[in-house]
Each structure stands twice: as structure tokens, then as C-alpha cells.
């Protein structure tokens, strides 16, 4: 008879996933039985407390790094630790944006300008599911990086995608628009699972085990020279290039980003990244390095593609969702430049890219959520005009964010920029990096035009201001403004801190 | 904290005091940052004249780890022609609040932005000279450009925010090929001796031929777009006319300077063999330079542009005195760095005083200035005589030097740089002729001449032209160790002098 053992799960290790997750589950039970007038309230603590919690546990996990857990599905080396510190800090920051504003539909299941919705409005309802969802959310991505299975891995990817097309779609004003983006990605996102899923049973096939351990074991064997695992490798990636934003899987981002509610695009770009270049990382690192030769070439080809395309297409962009979105395509190839680099300084400068620009992109957004009229967030660039006359601190902290996407020295996007292209050189791939400095160069072209737009072009009759931002925006776009200019002037204990961290368990 | 640390702090404190005040307090504004700007001038020439001209390398240098995961150190420290630099920088700022003291007003924002922006590019442009980490020189080098665009865009006349704009992009793009071979650089220091971006200890890489010379022209090219040298010379002239003219002392005078201080201290240190490699090429733009900047000049009908237009010619002098590869020729564009400032800041402070009088920038709309307002005319003419390189003016000396050390190795080049002295007559005595002489245009009747704070702006600048064309030796004593070990460095030697039938 066979004997079961019960499988260890290493509690400790697994901690920080599973306070989120808890948290996510608490906050649906807030939903059934907490009153609609008190839910926003019970949210507004619980979230918050939860993820300081996990975050707590993340930190205190730094020092028992390199444990597998769960039966070896789930790896918690320093990478993770330090994705999932991130990811925790970073969502506390979209938290504050996402508490503050009314962004959110009034009733997601009410037909937009039904006389249900009407009603719904009267009554000063908002959907606060997007807490918990948000938490469900927060704790895949957590778990993506970690995982060490591709079962894990589709189970995480999915854990962390629902929600997000679910939050998508709650956009308070412009529901159509919103729901169309939502369904959009949802669509894409459904097939890129597909293919996803399609890829893992072809290595499952290849290498005759999901653990990553055993399919590396299986790829050096063979020299990585195999038509099977390379359709794997092939559609694994198309998965994770997927998720990431990268030419010629990018059709989603701006419609995404522009359609969904601007706190949840923010929460979107900065975590979704961080998330899913650091998977991507672990497999082309730790899984698939064994055949580094079959797709070294092709992921450099994507990444030099995804530069140059994002900055060329934002050029035209009027809308400035739109214009961050393919601001996010064109960091989504800078960040590729780290993964074909395949030595310890890209992950390294991915690590530090990865929390510097997710900082500064939720600071863009946060701003972007109050710059308003009478209807609600005004995204048209034109409508920006003259910013700088009626709101100097917004629109100046709006421009230091550009500037650090645009990597200008003495903003954390510098530091970010020379590290990445020096380790993509480090790793031979001088081609990267002119591309890549080429690129910024033209993309410092349309951050540099809405910087002339919101200070030197004369405000017109249909230009806006800034509504007052509450506190809780206020300590948002500042501590990402000052975040921003300290990892730019001060990056030492960062750059140590993920030094001492960043080396793969394999 | 080192001096150099002191002195590049001093303006910064003085853009902090002037944020403190109120916006409405413009007065207050340009008091304080004028003080602080004499203070910092004078702190600066207590510090030169603590420099000790014999001792070779850097002084008073200050090295301090900065992002240690890099290699990146703050380090700073000046020789003879990084000190001569900023000394021109910090005694053009004073001079040029004095001479504008109402050019903030008309702007986009409050006079009180304006100084602040001044002063924080003070603080810069001394770095960007004393820095002697290639990492901390390119953050400068970089991070200038954020207030230099603001004052064009926000303070300039005419097409300023277009010309700001042209003014960024093209010199992002060369930063960032910069940036590209920058980190090339790093790569290999780090493959060879570790992680640094120690000037001195980047000079003794290896490389092979191909990677110096794709990293060399990374650097020339973003110098290049700085200095600015044709083909790349195209935002100059835009933003010199946009911008308020003390905006353009500082672009022309100190900040296009960068450039071609940036190609000695950064080209031939630590590319001499690719810069021998391409001497021949950078001559030929620096030639194309003088003569297409002194033909353009020439054909102008708005001051401004053809003070940009001379600078081009001009600078298309210094290049080639650099890469002739002669402590003559280093030692004449050294010293032609400093003059040009002096001459540019000269010519543009009184076409700035005379555009304002007059209303109009176009050479056509003045006429018998001599006349009507002659301190203003004087001051005119002796800047634009420097510009010429009149003899007893102290263009002359480091044009001299450049054509001599120019001839010993490149004879044609020289001859048709040459060229461009005659042409300097022609742009500079035919605007003269039109503005200055002749009988008063309609219109100029009844201009103002120089007020006292005008004549006190311009008087040191004028001294200081006359005084470096008959006692140039100061200059040349900080400027002359620098050029020879520059080009010992780069592996020359100067060519043997050769006497009648002995030449080849």
C-alpha cells in the first residue's frame, strides 16, 4: 500500500503570498457581510494593513534566503525577496491613489446610463470589490516570480491576470470605453494562455518533468538542439512577452492603459512589470540557459523592436494614457535589454529598473488622476496646456517623472538606463545599447514636447487645472518624487541592498 | 569639503536664499544673486591664486565614493586649463546679471525662477570643469541642459520655445551617444582593472583599434554637437537669437566651451590613437567650419545670429588648433576658449542693450550709432575688434598660435583657416559700418547711451580683452603645462622646425 506523506510546505517562506492571499479572501467576506456604508472604510484600513504585514514577513524572510517550498514548486530566493518587497511597496503606493479618487464604477453590473446605474449613482455607491481583487492580484504576482514549476508558474500567471481584466473594466466614467478595453485584454490575455499553456506541455513533453530543476537538467543535456523544446521555448515566451508589453504582442497596452481607471493602469504598469520580468528572468535565466543559443538571438531581435517602436509610436500620441503606454512598450524593451544581457548585472540593474520605474510611473499616474474637469480625469495633451501657470508643484513633478523616464542624470531612470545598457554590453550585445540610447533619444523627444506643453504653451479655454490633491494623493506623487530623485542621487544602498541579493537558486 | 567643493556649493546656496523670498520680491532676487555671484568670483580667484602653476597633474582635489557598486567616485579637482575655464565661468555670471538687470522681466515666470536658474547652472558649469570622474563630468554635462531649456524657453524672444527644444534634442542626442561609449568604457575598465571611471585610470586601457575608434566618436560627436562644428551646428544659431543675451554669454561663452574642453580632456586622453586616426576628418570640419560660419556671418541681417554665425567660425578655429596636435595649437585653442568668451560676452551684451533700445534686432534698422549714444558705439567696436583678432586685442594671440601650431603639421589647412581671418574683417566691419557710422538711421535719434551699472557690466570685460592681447601670460602660464602634457599623452611630438630647402 502506498504511504502518503504529508507534503511539507515551509509556512515561513510562504508567509508573505499567503498574508495577501488571506487578506484577498478577508476583504471578499468584508464585501458579504459588512454593510455597503461601512465597506469602504473596512477596506481602506484592512488592505493597507495587510500588505505592511506581508511586507514585514518579506523582510524578515531576507535572511533565510534560497528555500524551495511546497514540494519544490515554489523557490523563495533573493530575486524574490526583493520582487516581492517591490511589488508590496509598490502597490502601498497605488493603494494611496486608489483609495483617494472616485474612480471606480458605481455598480459594475448595471448597464452604463441605465436608469440602474442612475440609481446606484443617487445612492453614492462605488464598487469596492476592487480591494480584494486588488490583493488576489498582488499575491500572483507574487507568486509568479517564485514559481518553480510551470504549473505554479500558469496557475500564478492566471491568479494574477483575472483580477486585473476584472479591475479593467470599473472605470467610473467612460464605462463603455472601459469595458471594451477590458474585454480587449481579457481576450489577448485569454490567448496568450493559450499559447502559454501550449508551449509548457511541449516542455513538460521535452523534458518529461514540469520542475524547472529537471527541465534545465534535460535542455544542457541536449544542448538546448531540440525542434520540441524549442516550439516550448517559443511559445513560453510568447506567454511572458505577452504580459510584459513587448513588440509584437504589445496591441493590448494602449487601449488597456488608456480604457482602465487611471490608479489601476498605474497599479497595472509599475506591478504587473516587476512581476513578470522577473519570471521571465528566473526561466531564461535558471530554466532555458542551457540553450541560450536559440534564444538569445530571438529576444534580442524583440527587445531592439520593442525599443525602438514604443519611442517612435508615442511620438504621435495626443492622449497622455496613450502616450505613457507605449512610454511603457518602449521601457518594456529596455528592461529586455537585461534578460539578453544573461549575466548577474542584468538581473541586477532589472531588479533596480524595475522598482525605479515602477515608483516613477505610479507618481505619472497618480497625477494624471487629478488633472480634471467638471466630468472627470482629462487625458487630451492639448487640454494640458498651460498646466505649469495654474498648478507649478503637479506639473513640475509630472516633468521630473518624464525626465526620469527620459533617463536624464540625477533622477532614478539614469542610474537604471546606465546599469541596464551596461550589463546588455557587458553581455556583448553592443547592438542593444545603441539601439537603446537611440531610442531614448527619440523618446526624450515626446516626454520633452509635454513638458513644453505644460509650461510654455499659453493655457487655452479648455485647458484644466489641477483639482486639490487630498493628502493621501499628496504623500503618493511625493514620496515617488522624492524616491524618484534619491535612487537618481543617492542609488548606494539600493544598488548594495540588491547586490548582496540578486544571484538566482537554481 | 575641498575648495573646489566649497565654490561650486556657493551658488547653489545663493539659488536657495533667492527661493526663499517672495515671488513678487524680483528686487531682492537679483541682489542676492548678484552678491552671490561676486562672492563666488572672488572665492574662485583666491583659489587660482593658490594654484601652484609648476605642479603637474590635478590640485585641490577631492575624491569621495559615490556609488560604490559602479566605481563611481565624486571626484574633483582642476589643472591649469580646467581652472582658466572656470574662472571664465564664474567671472561671466556677475557680469552678466549686472548687464541684464531687467532681462528676466517680459519672461514666462517670475524674475525670482530666473536667478535660481542662473545660479544652478553656475553651480554646473563649475562642475562640469572640475569634474575628474567621467561619470560625475557626463551627469553634469547632462543635467545643464534642464536650466539652460528653461531660460530659452522660458525668458527668450521670438521662436524661444522651438528653439529651446532644438537646443535639447540636439544635445540629448549627442549625450546619449556619449552615454553609449561611456559604457563601453566601463565595461572594459571593469574586464581590466576594475570598476572605475577614474580618468586618469581609464586613460591605460587596452582596446582594440575598432572599439576606440566606434568609442572615440561617441565622445566627438557629443562634443562636437556642444562646440558646436558643422555639420551639427545648426540649433546655435536659433537658440542664440531666441535666447535673452545673457543666456547667450553663458550658452556661447561657457557651455559650447564644454565641448571643446570636453574633446582635450576626454578625446585625446583617452583616445589618443583614434584621434590621430581621424585628425585628418576633424580638421576638415573644423576648415569647413571657419569658412561656412564666416561666409554665413557675413550674409546675416539680424545681430544675433551673426554673433552664433562668428562663434561657429570661431570654434571652427579651436577644433582645429586642438587635433593639429601641437602644444602651440593646444596652447592657442586653450587661450582662444577663454577670449572667445570674453569677445562673445562683449559682442552680445551691447547688441543685447541695442536691440532693446532700438526695438529691432536687424543690422538695417540701425545706423550712426557713433553718433547718437558713443560709449554704446566704442564698446561695440572694440568687442567686435576682438572678434577680427585685431593685434593688441587678445584674439589675436591665441589666433596666432592656433595658425602657427597649425601650419608645422597641416600647411593647407592652416593657409585656408587663413582665409577666415579676412572674412572675420568682412563680418565684423561691415555690420560695424552699417550700425555705428554712416548717417543716423530714422529711428535711432534719440537712443539712450550706456547708463552707469551698463558701463560697470561691460568695463572688466573690455579690460580684460585689451589686458590678455598685450599680457597674455597668465593665461598662457596656467594653459601651457596642460598643452604639453597633453600632447605628450596622445603620443606626439611637436614637428622639428625646418628651415628653407630642408623641408620635405
Known sequence: MTVFNTPSLEYGALLPILIVFIGAVIGVLVEAFVKPSMRRFVHSLLTPAILVVALFQVIANRDTVTTTAAIGSVVIDGPVIIAQGSLLLLSLLALLFLLDVDSFAPEASALPGSEEEKRAIAAGKQQTEIFPLMLFSVSGMMLFPAASDLITLFVALEVLSLPLYLMAGLSRRRRLFSQESALKYFLLGAYSSAFFIFGAAFLYGYAGSITFPEIRNAVIASAGNDVILLIGIIFVSVGLLFKVGAVPFHAWTPDVYQGAPTPITGFMAAATKVAAFLATLRIFYTVLDGAIWQWQPILTGVAIITMAFGSIVAISQRDVKRMLAYSSIAHAGFLLAGVVAFNKEGLESSLFYLFAYGVATLGAFGIVTLIRDGQGEVTDLNRWAGLGKKSPAMASLFALFLLAFAGIPLTSGFIGKFSIFSAAYQGGLQSVVIVGVLSSAIAAFFYIRVIVLMFFTDASDSSVSVTLPTRRSSIGVWSAAIVTVALGVLPTSTLAFITDLAIFAR | ?504
Not at chain 2, 608645422?408 to 550700425?435: D, E, F, K, N, S
Not at chain 2, 573690455?462 to 603645462?481: E, M, Q, R, S, T
Request: hydrophobic share 55%.
Open chain 2, 1 to 504: 569639503m575641498s575648495t573646489l567643493t566649497i565654490l561650486g556649493i556657493l551658488p547653489l546656496i545663493g539659488a536657495l536664499i533667492v527661493a526663499t523670498l517672495g515671488k513678487s520680491d524680483a528686487r531682492r532676487a537679483k541682489l542676492v544673486a548678484f552678491a552671490t555671484s561676486i562672492i563666488t568670483a572672488l572665492y574662485a580667484i583666491v583659489v587660482a591664486i593658490g594654484f601652484q602653476i609648476d605642479r603637474p597633474g590635478f590640485q585641490f582635489v577631492e575624491s569621495r565614493e559615490w556609488i560604490p557598486a559602479f566605481g563611481i567616485t565624486y571626484g574633483v579637482g582642476v589643472d591649469g586649463l580646467s581652472l582658466v575655464m572656470i574662472l571664465l565661468a564664474v567671472i561671466l555670471v556677475p557680469i552678466v546679471i549686472l548687464a541684464g538687470w531687467d532681462e528676466a522681466e517680459g519672461g514666462r515666470w517670475s524674475a525670482k525662477t530666473f536667478y535660481i536658474l542662473i545660479l544652478i547652472l553656475e553651480t554646473m558649469m563649475i562642475g562640469v570643469f572640475a569634474a575628474t570622474d567621467l561619470f560625475l563630468f557626463y551627469v553634469f554635462f547632462e543635467a545643464m541642459l534642464i536650466p539652460v531649456y528653461f531660460l530659452i524657453g522660458g525668458y527668450g524672444s521670438g521662436e524661444r520655445i522651438q528653439a529651446a527644444v532644438k537646443f535639447l534634442l540636439y544635445s540629448l542626442f549627442g549625450g546619449l551617444l556619449m552615454l553609449a561609449s561611456m559604457i563601453g568604457l566601463y565595461v572594459m575598465a571593469n574586464d581590466q582593472i576594475g570598476k572605475t571611471f577614474d580618468i586618469s585610470a581609464l586613460s591605460r586601457l587596452e582596446m582594440s583599434s575598432t572599439t576606440e575608434h566606434l568609442l572615440f566618436l561617441g565622445f566627438f560627436i557629443a562634443f562636437a554637437i556642444k562646440a558646436p562644428l558643422w555639420p551639427v551646428h545648426t540649433w546655435l544659431p536659433d537658440a542664440a537669437k531666441s535666447a535673452t543675451p545673457g543666456t547667450s554669454v553663458l550658452l556661447l561663452g561657457v557651455l559650447d566651451k564644454v565641448g571643446t574642453f570636453g574633446m582635450i580632456r576626454y578625446c585625446l586622453e583617452l583616445f589618443p590613437n583614434a584621434s590621430k586616426t581621424f585628425t585628418p576628418f576633424i580638421i576638415t570640419l573644423a576648415v569647413i567650419s571657419i569658412i561656412y560660419g564666416a561666409f554665413l556671418a557675413i550674409g546675416q541681417k539680424e545681430i544675433k545670429r551673426l554673433i552664433a554665425f562668428t562663434s561657429i567660425s570661431h570654434f571652427g578655429f579651436i577644433v582645429m588648433g586642438i587635433f593639429a596636435m601641437t602644444t602651440q595649437g593646444h596652447s592657442g585653442s586653450a587661450l582662444y576658449m577663454v577670449n572667445h568668451g570674453f569677445s562673445t560676452a562683449a559682442l552680445f551684451l551691447v547688441a543685447g542693450w541695442m536691440i532693446k533700445r532700438r526695438g529691432s534686432s536687424l543690422i538695417a534698422d540701425f545706423g550712426g550709432l557713433q553718433r547718437v549714444t558713443p560709449v554704446m558705439a566704442w564698446s561695440f567696436f572694440i568687442a567686435g575688434l576682438s572678434g577680427l583678432a585685431l593685434p593688441g586685442l587678445s584674439s589675436f594671440v591665441s589666433e596666432i598660435l592656433v595658425l602657427v601650431g597649425t601650419y608645422t603639421r597641416y600647411p593647407v589647412a592652416a593657409v585656408i583657416g587663413g582665409i577666415g581671418i579676412i572674412l572675420a574683417a568682412l563680418y565684423i566691419l561691415i555690420p560695424v559700418q552699417r550700425t555705428l557710422h554712416g548717417p543716423t538711421a530714422p529711428g535711432n535719434e534719440n537712443l539712450a547711451d550706456l547708463n552707469l551699472r551698463e558701463k560697470i557690466a561691460i568695463a572688466p570685460v573690455i579690460a580684460l580683452i585689451v589686458l590678455l592681447g598685450f599680457y597674455p601670460k597668465p593665461a598662457l602660464d596656467l594653459i601651457n603645462p596642460v598643452a604639453e602634457t597633453t600632447i605628450a599623452k596622445s603620443g606626439f611630438t611637436d614637428p622639428a622646425p625646418t628651415v628653407g630647402s630642408e623641408r620635405r
